[in-house]
């Protein structure tokens, strides 16, 4: 679940100078929810899906990053526990939902700059794959792969085969293939299947 881009009015030099990504604090929460309200326009469903994922009992606790300009709170990513059915065994894995960077700052490298922080985040915690819903154009590009090539099943018949992605992370072994599942929390909240894998 990415934002879409939008134009391309600068306030952050090419180089991201006064960029600054760190891990979400308490403090921030209003900022991220107006974050994802501005990102995607959809009213409540992916600000109200950030807040109920921080709190959901889980086996890998969420980490969340938000990306500053002079101190502005103008993107975010979290990663939270999900689960793969492998053959051997049952595997914690995350799931990168949502990203979202507000529209006068996007297509400058913040969305970009986000990923590789929470891909590093969770390859140093030993998680050995991430998944998510999104453009191939933009994540192929960014760490991930088609999932289903990659010997994973989706978890939604609702979810188009090239929208569905994963990356493979430092800890992950071959026998680790086998069906994504997302938390309950997505479910209940309807946000599985929803993107367009173009978009």
Do not use: K, N
């Not at 900022?31 to 469903?45: K, L, S, Y």
Request: glycine share 10%; hydrophobic share 40%; aromatic share 8%.
């Amino acid at each position: 679940m990415t934002s879409s881009d939008a134009s391309e009015g600068s306030r952050t030099a090419p180089d991201g100078a006064g960029l600054v990504i760190r891990r979400e604090t308490a403090d921030d929460h209003q900022d991220v929810r107006e974050v994802h309200t501005r990102a995607f326009g959809d009213g409540e469903r992916v600000p109200g899906l950030v807040e109920a994922l921080r709190v959901a009992e889980a086996p890998l606790a969420p980490m969340s990053f938000v990306a500053t300009v002079d101190a502005r709170v103008v993107g975010h990513v979290l990663l939270s526990a999900g689960r793969l059915d492998a053959p051997r065994r049952i595997v914690d894995v995350l799931s990168l939902s949502p990203l979202g960077v507000v529209p006068e700052f996007q297509r400058q490298g913040i969305g970009t700059r986000l990923i590789a922080h929470a891909l590093d985040a969770a390859d140093s915690q030993g998680v050995p794959l991430v998944f998510l819903e999104g453009s191939p154009r933009y994540y192929g590009t960014r760490g991930f792969e088609g999932a289903v090539a990659a010997g994973f099943r989706s978890p939604s018949l609702r979810i188009p085969e090239a929208a569905f992605q994963v990356a493979r992370l430092s800890a992950h072994e071959p026998w680790m293939t086998g069906t994504f599942v997302y938390s309950e929390t997505f479910w209940a909240l309807d946000c599985v299947g929803l993107r367009d894998p173009e978009g």
